[in-house]
């Protein structure tokens, strides 16, 4: 069935992923295993349709020595293209050192972790339990969007400069609040812990060790200013499906008011390059 989608709508190549929660709301040795099993059953996936499928490696962050040897297991030896991280991992985000090793990996592999949203963390969750604001309408990409901050304060990306993130729903809204969170950068309130001195702007990270996707968010007002804060050279076109319509989110690059090499670009020449994939 995807394959007949893919082909109904031109895509040529689609890069899978094991979805949220994936297996962080799991115990350590079953997340360990469950892992490598998927890692498995995506490669050979990728064997039978090599020129079709691409392919991001799941790892349980959970268990941060082991998710290490996956990484080398599965980008090293199974030939996978990238990580995929759904989010937070019991109520724990990637910027605590105990995930550092896990960040070092990826960058010692060149391999990038897609930052995917789930449901938020319990710290966040309950003001939006009572209107159902926990999902896609809201809870999805504030959660992921705070994830992102909260790793673009830490200093992660002095210390893994050529680390990349990649982030879905064009940013989760955080090139919308560039300048202010540039202006803000450096001026903390006496509420909270001072942040460390950062070696570059919020902007410049973004633009340095961010990648975002169009994946649910077709609208050319966004898109436009995107490529304007950004440059069409950190978005890559994604669908997110099965949740989102595939002929829609084509649909939408193929007609966006844009030049036609930033549509080569969105459309394919950014993801060849983040996820090595051989055009």
């Not at 990238?82 to 990996?105: C, M, Q, R, V």
Request: glycine fraction near 6%; include cysteine; proline fraction near 6%.
């Amino acid at each position: 069935m995807r394959l007949q989608i893919m082909d109904a709508n031109g895509v040529d190549m689609q890069v899978l992923s094991l979805t949220s929660p994936g297996v962080q709301t799991l115990d350590d040795n079953q997340a360990v295993g469950l892992v490598a099993e998927a890692n498995d059953l995506l490669a050979e996936a990728i064997a039978r349709h090599p020129d079709r499928f691409a392919g991001l490696a799941a790892i349980a962050p959970q268990v941060p020595a082991s998710a290490v040897k996956e990484i080398d297991r599965a980008i090293g030896q199974l030939g996978l293209n990238g990580i995929i991280i759904n989010s937070h991992t019991h109520n724990e985000y990637l910027d605590e050192g105990k995930f550092w090793p896990i960040l070092e990996a990826a960058e010692d592999f060149d391999a990038a972790i897609y930052l995917h949203p789930r449901c938020p963390s319990a710290g966040m969750a309950r003001p939006m339990q009572k209107h159902d604001l926990l999902a896609a309408i809201w809870g999805f990409q504030a959660e992921t969007g705070l994830h992102a901050m909260r790793l673009l304060c830490s200093g992660v990306f002095d210390r893994f400069p050529k680390l990349t993130v990649v982030l879905g729903h064009l940013g989760e809204a955080l090139p919308y609040w560039l300048h202010r969170i540039d202006r803000f950068r450096e001026i903390p309130t006496s509420t909270c812990n001072v942040r460390p001195r950062l070696e570059l702007t919020f902007t410049e990270y973004l633009k340095r060790n961010f990648y975002i996707t169009t994946s649910g968010m077709p609208w050319n007002p966004a898109l436009k200013f995107c490529i304007e804060a950004l440059g069409a050279g950190n978005i890559m076109f994604a669908v997110d499906y099965p949740y989102e319509d595939t002929a829609e989110a084509v649909r939408f690059l193929d007609n966006a008011p844009i030049p036609v090499a930033d549509k080569h670009k969105i459309y394919h020449e950014n993801a060849e390059r983040v996820f090595h994939i051989q055009s």
